[in-house]
C-alpha cells in the first residue's frame, strides 16, 4: 500500500528540547516536503526536497531543520523548540517536484510547553 | 492581498443537497488547480486536480476553473454525510513550483 508514514503521531515535549519528526514514503517519489497546518492560517510549507541530499526552505523555515539522506527518508528536526511551534505537522511526497498528485501522511500533533 | 481566498465556512446542508466550494487567486500565473479532502486529524487527500480553465468531473464531484475571473469551484452532486470534511483548494503555477493552499471550507452534510 502507498504510504507516507511519520511519527510521532502525537507528541508534548518542552521548550528547548530537541526533538525530530521522522517521515518514510515507500512509493520512490522524488520529492518530499513539510508543512504545518494551524487554526486561520491554513498549510504552510516548511521545507521541501526535490532528491537526495537536495533541500530548500519553504515559506516558514525558521526553528527547522531538514535531512534528505536516502530517497525514503525526510526527517523534521526541532533544535530548540518553542511555544510557537506547537502545532500539527504534515509529510508529504509526490513522484517528482511538480507533482499534482502529493500524497500526505497522518500528521503529527505537537505541542512544546 | 492573500493569493488564495477561501471561506472557512462552517457550510452546513442537508444530505442530498448539492454542495458549491469555492476559491478566488490574485497570481494570474496559476495554471493547476487542486482540491484536496481532509477528515478530522487525517492527512489532506487529492479529490481532483484541473489544468487551465473547464471543467473535470469525478462521479459526484464536478470541478471548474474560471482563469478568467480567477475563481475555482468544486460541486457535490447528492451530498452524502460521508462528505463531512475539510475541503482545501490548492494551485501552482507549473514547472518545480509547490502549492499554494487555500485555508479550508469546512463542510457538513446534517443526515
Known amino acids: 500500500e502507498a504510504q507516507v508514514t511519520q511519527n510521532p503521531r502525537y507528541l508534548i515535549t518542552v521548550t528547548g528540547k530537541k526533538l525530530t519528526v521522522t517521515c518514510s514514503q515507500n512509493?520512490?517519489?522524488?520529492?518530499m516536503s513539510w508543512y504545518r497546518q494551524d487554526p486561520g492560517l491554513g498549510l504552510r510549507q516548511i521545507y521541501y526536497s526535490m532528491n537526495v541530499e537536495v533541500t530548500d526552505k519553504g515559506d516558514v523555515p525558521e526553528g527547522y531543520k531538514v535531512s534528505r539522506k536516502e530517497k525514503r527518508n525526510f526527517p523534521l528536526i526541532l533544535e530548540s523548540p518553542s511555544p510557537n511551534q506547537t502545532s500539527l505537522y504534515f509529510c508529504a511526497s509526490s513522484f517528482q517536484a511538480g507533482g499534482n498528485t502529493i500524497y500526505f501522511g497522518e500528521g503529527s500533533w505537537l505541542t512544546v510547553v | 492581498q492573500k493569493e488564495v481566498e477561501q471561506d472557512p465556512g462552517p457550510l452546513s446542508v442537508p444530505e442530498g443537497a448539492i454542495v458549491s466550494l469555492n476559491c478566488t487567486y490574485s497570481?494570474?500565473?496559476?495554471?493547476?488547480f487542486m482540491w484536496y479532502r481532509q477528515y478530522s486529524r487525517k492527512g489532506p487527500e487529492l479529490l481532483m486536480y484541473t489544468y487551465s480553465s473547464g471543467n473535470k468531473e469525478d462521479g459526484r464531484f464536478t470541478a471548474q476553473v474560471d482563469k478568467s475571473s480567477k475563481y475555482i469551484s468544486l460541486f457535490i452532486r447528492d451530498s452524502q454525510p460521508s462528505d463531512s470534511a475539510t475541503y482545501l483548494c490548492a494551485m501552482r503555477t507549473g514547472g518545480a513550483d509547490g502549492l499554494t493552499f487555500g485555508k479550508g471550507t469546512h463542510l457538513i452534510i446534517q443526515p
Open positions: 497570481n494570474s500565473a496559476f495554471q493547476y
Open positions: 512509493m520512490n517519489h522524488e520529492y
